[in-house]
Protein backbone atom coordinates (compact mmCIF):
# COMPACT_ATOMS: atom_id res chain seq x y z
CA UNK A 1 0.00 0.00 0.00
CA UNK A 2 2.92 1.86 1.03
CA UNK A 3 4.48 1.66 -2.56
CA UNK A 4 1.36 2.55 -4.19
CA UNK A 5 1.09 5.82 -2.37
CA UNK A 6 4.03 6.92 -3.09
CA UNK A 7 3.85 6.16 -6.35
CA UNK A 8 0.90 8.23 -7.21
CA UNK A 9 2.76 11.05 -4.80
CA UNK A 10 5.49 10.47 -7.76
CA UNK A 11 2.85 11.18 -10.67
CA UNK A 12 1.23 13.96 -8.59
CA UNK A 13 4.25 16.04 -8.07
CA UNK A 14 5.39 15.90 -11.92
CA UNK A 15 2.14 16.65 -13.19
CA UNK A 16 2.12 19.79 -10.98
CA UNK A 17 6.04 20.24 -11.82
CA UNK A 18 4.87 20.10 -15.58
CA UNK A 19 2.17 22.53 -15.23
CA UNK A 20 4.34 24.77 -13.52
CA UNK A 21 6.72 24.62 -15.91
CA UNK A 22 4.10 25.39 -18.55
CA UNK A 23 2.76 28.57 -16.86
CA UNK A 24 6.03 29.76 -16.71
CA UNK A 25 6.80 29.12 -20.22
CA UNK A 26 3.24 30.55 -21.56
CA UNK A 27 3.99 33.89 -18.91
CA UNK A 28 7.67 34.17 -20.59
CA UNK A 29 6.29 34.00 -23.66
CA UNK A 30 3.64 36.56 -23.62
CA UNK A 31 6.33 39.16 -21.54
CA UNK A 32 8.38 38.24 -24.88
CA UNK A 33 5.59 39.07 -26.94
CA UNK A 34 4.54 42.53 -25.11
CA UNK A 35 8.40 43.34 -25.45
CA UNK A 36 9.01 43.01 -28.91
CA UNK A 37 5.62 44.50 -29.45
CA UNK A 38 6.36 48.24 -27.30
CA UNK A 39 9.83 48.02 -29.28
CA UNK A 40 7.69 48.09 -32.53
CA UNK A 41 4.43 50.75 -31.75
CA UNK A 42 4.77 53.96 -33.13
CA UNK A 43 2.58 56.84 -32.82
CA UNK A 44 2.95 57.79 -36.44
CA UNK A 45 3.37 56.57 -40.54
CA UNK A 46 6.90 54.88 -40.66
CA UNK A 47 8.70 55.11 -44.03
CA UNK A 48 12.04 54.39 -45.69
CA UNK A 49 13.55 56.89 -48.07
CA UNK A 50 15.35 55.52 -50.88
CA UNK A 51 19.21 55.87 -50.06
CA UNK A 52 21.76 57.15 -52.66
CA UNK A 53 25.67 56.26 -52.39
CA UNK A 54 27.11 59.43 -50.99
CA UNK A 55 24.47 61.90 -50.74
CA UNK A 56 22.78 63.74 -48.42
CA UNK A 57 19.64 65.78 -48.25
CA UNK A 58 19.42 69.26 -49.24
CA UNK A 59 15.62 70.39 -48.44
CA UNK A 60 12.74 70.82 -50.95
CA UNK A 61 14.15 74.89 -51.23
CA UNK A 62 16.62 72.95 -53.67
CA UNK A 63 14.23 71.38 -55.75
CA UNK A 64 12.42 74.22 -56.49
CA UNK A 65 15.22 76.12 -58.34
CA UNK A 66 14.89 73.75 -61.00
CA UNK A 67 11.42 72.11 -60.85
CA UNK A 68 9.21 75.00 -60.20
CA UNK A 69 6.26 73.78 -62.55
CA UNK A 70 6.25 70.42 -60.13
CA UNK A 71 6.54 72.51 -56.96
CA UNK A 72 3.79 75.06 -57.63
CA UNK A 73 1.19 72.44 -57.36
CA UNK A 74 2.78 69.74 -54.93
CA UNK A 75 1.45 71.21 -51.73
CA UNK A 76 -2.12 70.32 -52.85
CA UNK A 77 -0.14 66.16 -53.54
CA UNK A 78 -0.84 64.00 -50.63
CA UNK A 79 2.41 63.53 -51.17
CA UNK A 80 3.44 66.49 -49.80
CA UNK A 81 2.30 65.27 -46.22
CA UNK A 82 6.01 63.37 -46.00
CA UNK A 83 7.80 65.35 -43.73
CA UNK A 84 9.93 65.31 -40.87
CA UNK A 85 8.65 67.51 -38.38
CA UNK A 86 10.20 69.32 -34.80
CA UNK A 87 13.39 70.74 -34.24
CA UNK A 88 15.12 68.38 -36.07
CA UNK A 89 12.84 68.34 -38.87
CA UNK A 90 13.65 68.59 -42.39
CA UNK A 91 11.83 69.64 -45.67
CA UNK A 92 12.19 66.53 -47.76
CA UNK A 93 9.36 65.94 -49.25
CA UNK A 94 11.02 65.65 -52.53
CA UNK A 95 13.68 63.19 -51.39
CA UNK A 96 11.46 60.79 -49.76
CA UNK A 97 10.89 59.43 -52.67
CA UNK A 98 13.53 60.90 -54.70
CA UNK A 99 16.24 59.94 -52.26
CA UNK A 100 18.77 62.54 -50.81
CA UNK A 101 19.52 64.99 -53.92
CA UNK A 102 22.65 66.56 -52.59
CA UNK A 103 24.51 64.97 -55.32
CA UNK A 104 21.83 65.68 -57.91
CA UNK A 105 22.58 69.32 -57.18
CA UNK A 106 26.00 69.57 -57.34
CA UNK A 107 25.47 67.96 -60.60
CA UNK A 108 23.44 70.72 -62.19
CA UNK A 109 20.36 68.54 -62.35
CA UNK A 110 21.87 65.96 -64.83
CA UNK A 111 19.47 62.84 -65.23
CA UNK A 112 21.52 60.72 -63.90
CA UNK A 113 20.59 57.25 -62.75
CA UNK A 114 23.75 57.55 -59.99
CA UNK A 115 22.37 60.78 -58.32
CA UNK A 116 19.10 60.76 -58.19
CA UNK A 117 15.90 58.06 -57.63
CA UNK A 118 13.14 58.35 -60.57
CA UNK A 119 10.35 56.32 -59.11
CA UNK A 120 8.96 56.57 -62.90
CA UNK A 121 11.18 54.40 -64.43
CA UNK A 122 10.93 51.79 -61.56
CA UNK A 123 8.16 51.00 -58.96
CA UNK A 124 10.18 49.92 -56.50
CA UNK A 125 10.26 53.22 -54.69
CA UNK A 126 6.71 53.05 -54.37
CA UNK A 127 6.39 49.77 -52.04
CA UNK A 128 8.87 51.00 -49.46
CA UNK A 129 5.59 52.56 -48.35
CA UNK A 130 2.63 50.61 -50.49
CA UNK A 131 4.12 47.47 -50.19
CA UNK A 132 1.06 45.58 -50.21
CA UNK A 133 0.38 46.75 -53.92
CA UNK A 134 3.69 44.71 -54.10
CA UNK A 135 1.56 41.33 -53.33
CA UNK A 136 -1.25 42.45 -55.46
CA UNK A 137 0.58 43.05 -58.48
CA UNK A 138 1.75 39.26 -57.73
CA UNK A 139 -1.04 37.69 -58.29
CA UNK A 140 -2.80 35.25 -61.12
CA UNK A 141 -4.15 38.80 -63.09
CA UNK A 142 -2.72 41.90 -62.81
CA UNK A 143 -1.94 45.78 -64.70
CA UNK A 144 1.85 44.41 -66.09
CA UNK A 145 3.80 46.30 -63.03
CA UNK A 146 6.36 43.41 -62.26
CA UNK A 147 7.22 43.04 -66.45
CA UNK A 148 7.94 46.65 -66.42
CA UNK A 149 5.44 47.52 -69.00
CA UNK A 150 3.63 49.98 -66.75
CA UNK A 151 4.93 51.75 -63.38
CA UNK A 152 2.81 53.88 -60.74
CA UNK A 153 3.31 56.91 -62.29
CA UNK A 154 1.30 55.82 -65.27
CA UNK A 155 -1.53 56.12 -63.23
CA UNK A 156 -1.50 58.27 -60.15
CA UNK A 157 0.16 62.04 -60.02
CA UNK A 158 2.45 62.16 -57.33
CA UNK A 159 2.73 65.81 -57.12
CA UNK A 160 -0.71 67.57 -57.49
CA UNK A 161 -3.87 66.45 -55.99
CA UNK A 162 -5.05 63.20 -54.63
CA UNK A 163 -2.72 59.97 -55.69
CA UNK A 164 -5.42 57.85 -55.40
CA UNK A 165 -8.17 58.95 -57.80
CA UNK A 166 -12.08 58.13 -58.07
CA UNK A 167 -13.93 59.29 -55.20
CA UNK A 168 -17.02 62.09 -55.76
CA UNK A 169 -16.44 64.26 -58.18
CA UNK A 170 -13.41 62.36 -59.30
CA UNK A 171 -15.29 59.71 -60.83
CA UNK A 172 -14.83 60.81 -64.49
CA UNK A 173 -11.11 61.21 -63.80
CA UNK A 174 -10.73 57.70 -62.38
CA UNK A 175 -12.20 56.06 -65.77
CA UNK A 176 -10.35 58.43 -67.91
CA UNK A 177 -7.06 57.32 -66.39
CA UNK A 178 -8.00 53.40 -67.45
CA UNK A 179 -9.50 54.64 -70.93
CA UNK A 180 -5.70 56.28 -71.75
CA UNK A 181 -4.83 52.10 -72.26
CA UNK A 182 -8.23 50.85 -72.79
CA UNK A 183 -9.89 52.99 -75.59
CA UNK A 184 -11.77 50.60 -76.84
CA UNK A 185 -14.12 50.70 -73.52
CA UNK A 186 -14.73 53.74 -73.46
CA UNK A 187 -16.84 53.82 -76.40
CA UNK A 188 -19.21 55.80 -77.44
CA UNK A 189 -21.84 52.92 -77.87
CA UNK A 190 -25.58 53.06 -79.27
CA UNK A 191 -26.74 50.83 -76.17
CA UNK A 192 -23.76 51.62 -73.57
CA UNK A 193 -23.73 49.48 -70.44
CA UNK A 194 -24.85 52.23 -67.75
CA UNK A 195 -22.38 50.29 -65.15
CA UNK A 196 -19.83 52.53 -66.59
CA UNK A 197 -21.67 55.33 -64.83
CA UNK A 198 -20.29 53.72 -61.99
CA UNK A 199 -16.68 53.51 -62.93
CA UNK A 200 -14.66 50.87 -63.93
CA UNK A 201 -13.52 49.88 -60.19
CA UNK A 202 -17.29 48.55 -59.81
CA UNK A 203 -16.20 45.74 -61.78
CA UNK A 204 -12.44 45.59 -61.68
CA UNK A 205 -9.84 45.68 -59.18
CA UNK A 206 -7.33 48.31 -59.75
CA UNK A 207 -3.50 46.34 -59.00
CA UNK A 208 -4.52 42.80 -59.02
CA UNK A 209 -6.75 39.96 -58.67
CA UNK A 210 -7.31 36.36 -58.49
CA UNK A 211 -10.00 36.60 -61.24
CA UNK A 212 -8.75 36.87 -64.97
CA UNK A 213 -9.57 40.19 -66.38
CA UNK A 214 -8.78 41.93 -62.71
CA UNK A 215 -12.58 40.94 -61.88
CA UNK A 216 -13.44 41.60 -58.19
CA UNK A 217 -15.85 38.52 -58.81
CA UNK A 218 -15.20 35.51 -60.98
CA UNK A 219 -18.80 34.45 -62.34
CA UNK A 220 -22.31 35.82 -62.80
CA UNK A 221 -22.66 36.84 -58.96
CA UNK A 222 -20.52 40.18 -60.47
CA UNK A 223 -23.15 41.10 -62.67
CA UNK A 224 -25.66 39.94 -59.24
CA UNK A 225 -24.55 42.79 -57.56
CA UNK A 226 -26.53 45.24 -59.65
CA UNK A 227 -28.86 42.94 -61.88
CA UNK A 228 -31.80 41.75 -59.29
CA UNK A 229 -34.64 40.38 -59.09
CA UNK A 230 -36.46 42.45 -61.51
CA UNK A 231 -33.43 42.16 -64.14
CA UNK A 232 -33.16 38.66 -64.15
CA UNK A 233 -36.79 37.31 -63.59
CA UNK A 234 -35.54 35.31 -60.57
CA UNK A 235 -36.34 36.34 -56.97
CA UNK A 236 -34.21 35.29 -54.17
CA UNK A 237 -35.99 32.11 -53.46
CA UNK A 238 -35.69 30.99 -57.57
CA UNK A 239 -39.30 31.50 -58.32
CA UNK A 240 -39.56 32.86 -61.55
CA UNK A 241 -41.39 36.63 -61.97
CA UNK A 242 -43.02 38.32 -65.09
CA UNK A 243 -41.54 40.97 -64.84
CA UNK A 244 -39.56 40.15 -67.63
CA UNK A 245 -40.09 38.47 -71.54
CA UNK A 246 -37.31 35.18 -70.80
CA UNK A 247 -36.68 33.19 -67.47
CA UNK A 248 -33.10 33.29 -66.32
CA UNK A 249 -33.31 31.16 -63.57
CA UNK A 250 -32.05 27.89 -65.74
CA UNK A 251 -29.21 29.72 -67.22
CA UNK A 252 -27.74 30.99 -64.29
CA UNK A 253 -25.96 27.73 -62.99
CA UNK A 254 -24.35 27.47 -66.95
CA UNK A 255 -21.34 29.99 -65.73
CA UNK A 256 -21.13 33.68 -66.25
CA UNK A 257 -23.47 36.18 -67.95
CA UNK A 258 -21.00 37.25 -71.12
CA UNK A 259 -19.90 33.67 -72.23
CA UNK A 260 -21.48 31.71 -74.47
CA UNK A 261 -23.45 34.47 -76.85
CA UNK A 262 -25.06 35.98 -74.69
CA UNK A 263 -24.21 39.78 -73.11
CA UNK A 264 -20.51 39.51 -74.44
CA UNK A 265 -20.26 43.12 -75.03
CA UNK A 266 -19.85 43.75 -71.68
CA UNK A 267 -19.10 47.28 -71.98
CA UNK A 268 -21.79 48.80 -74.64
CA UNK A 269 -22.72 47.55 -78.05
CA UNK A 270 -23.49 49.15 -81.21
CA UNK A 271 -26.16 46.67 -82.23
CA UNK A 272 -27.77 45.22 -79.47
CA UNK A 273 -29.86 45.98 -76.25
CA UNK A 274 -29.03 42.72 -74.93
CA UNK A 275 -25.48 43.66 -75.00
CA UNK A 276 -24.39 41.53 -77.76
CA UNK A 277 -21.81 42.25 -80.48
Keep these: MNAKLHALRTVLNLARANKTARRASLIGGVICTLAITSCMSVDRTVMVPPTIAGATYVGSEECAACHEDVMKDFPTASHARLAMNGDKGLDMGCESCHGPGSLHVEQGGAQVVSNIVNPGRSSETCYQCHLDKRGEFSLASSHPVKDGRLTCTDCHNPHKGGAVMGGGKELHEANETCFQCHAAQKGPFVFP ?84 Y
Design 193 to 276: HQGLRDGCLACHEVHGSVNAKLLKVRNNNLCLQCHLADDLGVSATGATTLTVIEDHASRLNRGTCWVAGCHEAVHGSNASKALR
